[in-house]
T-cell receptor
Framework: EAGVTQFPSHSVIEKGQTVTLRCDPI?????LYWYRRVMGKEIKFLLH????????ESGMPNNRFLAERTGGTYSTLKVQPAELEDSGVYFC???????????FGAGTRLSVL | EDQVTQSPEALRLQEGESSSLNCSYT??????LFWYRQDPGKGPEFLFT???AGEEKEKERLKATLTKKESFLHITAPKPEDSATYLC????????????FGTGTRLTVIP
């Protein structure tokens, strides 16, 4: 069974540019989460989808971040325009139920120069 | 506010030297406590879930325990391949399903 897949694995962009990260969850998992780890800090929650609906967006830092989940399958996280402080590793996770184990992807390392 | 603190930040052990990692937490009602292992360049890999004080789970050389305020990850006779960062996370019973993570313990096992 394929795990959670994220791409790109690494993205280097300049301040002010736009970047889109993609996450393909484990097949059949209705719950999809985005997290972020900035340098030296803990992994922090960004948002939670149940199928195509946003269940919880309380961790999104500002309106430069836009997440979508088309048809309840894969999800994208767009940062527009990117700022230096957006640099970090963005993880996606999925789970069958909201309370069950979350399985993580390998992450996308975003570097904003 | 929900919070997770892990100690030590880093730990170096000789192969075969047993030790424990600590995870202290404050949460408004615990639904579950999760241990993950993370290798460089990879995502967190699930190890254990604990739900109630007194619960214990084992997997190979690892054993996780839970009290009302903390969890321990005991590593017995570690091997170099156990070297990784170990992450602790809690999920609150308040309705939100997100995980609150600690900063992790970076374990190095020397042959």
């Amino acid at each position: 069974e394929a795990g959670v897949t994220q791409f790109p694995s690494h993205s280097v962009i300049e301040k002010g540019q736009t970047v889109t990260l993609r996450c393909d969850p484990i097949s059949g998992h209705d719950n999809l989460y985005w997290y972020r780890r900035v340098m030296g800090k803990e992994i922090k929650f960004l948002l939670h989808f149940v199928k195509e609906s946003k269940q919880d967006e309380s961790g999104m830092p500002n309106n430069r971040f836009l997440a979508e989940r088309t048809g309840g399958t894969y999800s994208t996280l767009k940062v527009q325009p990117a700022e230096l402080e957006d640099s970090g590793v963005y993880f996606c996770a999925s789970s069958q139920q909201g309370w069950s184990i979350q399985y993580f992807g390998a992450g996308t390392r975003l570097s904003v120069l | 506010e929900d919070q997770v603190t892990q100690s030590p930040e880093a730990l170096r052990l000789q192969e075969g030297e047993s030790s424990s990692l600590n995870c202290s937490y404050t949460v408004s009602g615990l639904r579950g406590l999760f241990w993950y292992r993370q290798d460089p360049g990879k995502g967190p890999e699930f190890l254990f879930t604990l739900y109630s004080a007194g619960e214990e789970k084992e997997k190979e050389r690892l054993k996780a325990t839970l009290t009302k305020k903390e969890s321990f990850l005991h590593i017995t006779a570690p091997k170099p391949e156990d070297s990784a960062t170990y992450l602790c996370a809690v999920q609150a019973s308040t309705g939100a399903n997100n995980l609150f993570f600690g900063t992790g313990t970076r374990l190095t096992v020397i042959p």
